[in-house]
């Protein structure tokens, strides 16, 4: 057991870091730990991701974020995070998962985590205040149809260089979808895109939407409008029509399900903390991000509930120094 924390960090994304360099910078004791690596969830983006903000709304503790261009890519994304980590000399304890987390009793009170290491070992953690900043990388949106567990089905996407000459099904009509398409499609494979609605959605960027809808127009990518997958099958799909209801198979070697993530807020619900059954929301203050349960706080796309989408790393960088800031009056308090 690791002598007390000021702070224990649940999830070593952006958000996560961000809570780390604001309390170094505070002179508080914080650890973090992530059961993947360090920024994973950029880790798993497409290899060939662009990041749509500029580098310097992504900086963390005014680290300079130098690109060569003027848009920020995965490789660089991660090269930065991992740089602000050496720079702070931060406490980051990757592929160790928490396992529960339980307020304390006695001895001045806090809260005790424990974890499973891959190597199997365990770990076991006591700190004052939490800060749960798992985001939404690992859940995503299911279909919810018969075969979606079958190894051909995917619900993340990295580049389309392996499936030449595959038929390939694209579920979606965001970013994620259309650009895992457009790429799949360039590779040579065989590519139709399935979407519930009538049109791509609003969010997808200019020149995406504009390259894809001209691929579709020209004939190179297929298209099926107001449908949903409702069976996937070894060597097939089977689609259902949401305007008249009929069925149409078609062949199918790879299913891409690019519908999304909404956080689990799991650790929050065993420790007591309210989620809002309608917005999946954690009861929280806005101006210092802790919940309804004293020394527990939250960050990243957590907060967002069940639209995560609204948060994003450039507007989330507040929520470090919001936090230390109320854990810094906490403890001033106390004294």
């Known amino acids: 057991m690791q002598s007390e924390l000021d702070i224990l960090v649940v999830g070593a994304g952006p958000s996560g870091l961000g809570v780390a360099v604001a309390a170094r910078e505070a002179g508080l004791n914080c650890l973090v730990i992530d059961k993947s690596c360090i920024t994973s969830c950029i880790a798993g983006y497409p290899t060939y991701a662009t990041f749509f903000s500029t580098p310097e709304k992504l900086e963390l503790g005014g680290v300079p974020f130098v690109t060569v261009s003027d848009k920020p890519t995965r490789r660089e994304a991660l090269k930065y995070y991992r740089r602000v980590v050496e720079h702070f000399e931060l406490d980051v304890r990757q592929y160790e998962e928490v396992v529960s987390a339980e307020p304390a009793k006695g001895e001045e009170d806090g809260f005790i985590v424990r974890t499973r290491l891959a190597s199997g070992g365990r770990g076991r953690y006591r700190a004052q205040n939490l800060v749960i900043a798992t985001g939404y990388w690992d859940s995503p949106n299911l279909l919810g149809v018969p075969g979606e567990?079958?190894?051909?089905?995917?619900?993340?996407?990295?580049?389309?260089?392996?499936?030449?000459?595959?038929?390939?099904?694209?579920?979606?009509?965001?970013?994620?979808?259309?650009?895992?398409?457009?790429?799949?499609?360039?590779?040579?494979?065989?590519?139709?895109?399935?979407?519930?609605?009538?049109?791509?959605?609003?969010?997808?960027?200019?020149?995406?939407?504009?390259?894809?809808?001209?691929?579709?127009?020209?004939?190179?990518?297929?298209?099926?409008?107001?449908?949903?997958?409702?069976?996937?099958?070894?060597?097939?799909?089977?689609?259902?029509?949401?305007?008249d209801g009929s069925i149409e198979e078609i062949d199918n070697d790879f299913v891409f399900a690019m519908t999304g993530y909404t956080p689990n807020p799991w650790l929050l619900r065993e420790l007591g903390v309210t989620i809002d059954p309608e917005t999946g929301v954690p009861a929280h203050d806005p101006e210092t991000m802790e919940t309804d349960l004293e020394g527990v706080f939250i960050a990243g796309v957590i907060v967002g509930g069940n639209r995560p989408n609204q948060i994003f790393i450039e507007n989330s960088r507040e929520h470090g120094p919001k936090i230390v800031d109320a854990i810094g009056s906490h403890r001033s308090l106390r004294r």
């Open 149 to 243: 567990d079958l190894p051909k089905v995917s619900h993340y996407y990295t580049e389309g260089l392996p499936y030449y000459d595959q038929d390939l099904l694209v579920v979606g009509g965001g970013n994620s979808a259309t650009e895992a398409a457009l790429d799949l499609y360039r590779a040579g494979a065989r590519v139709t895109v399935v979407h519930f609605a009538e049109e791509f959605d609003s969010g997808v960027k200019p020149w995406v939407l504009s390259d894809i809808q001209g691929r579709i127009r020209d004939g190179d990518i297929q298209i099926r409008w107001n449908t949903r997958v409702a069976e996937i099958l070894p060597d097939a799909v089977r689609l259902r029509s949401e305007t």
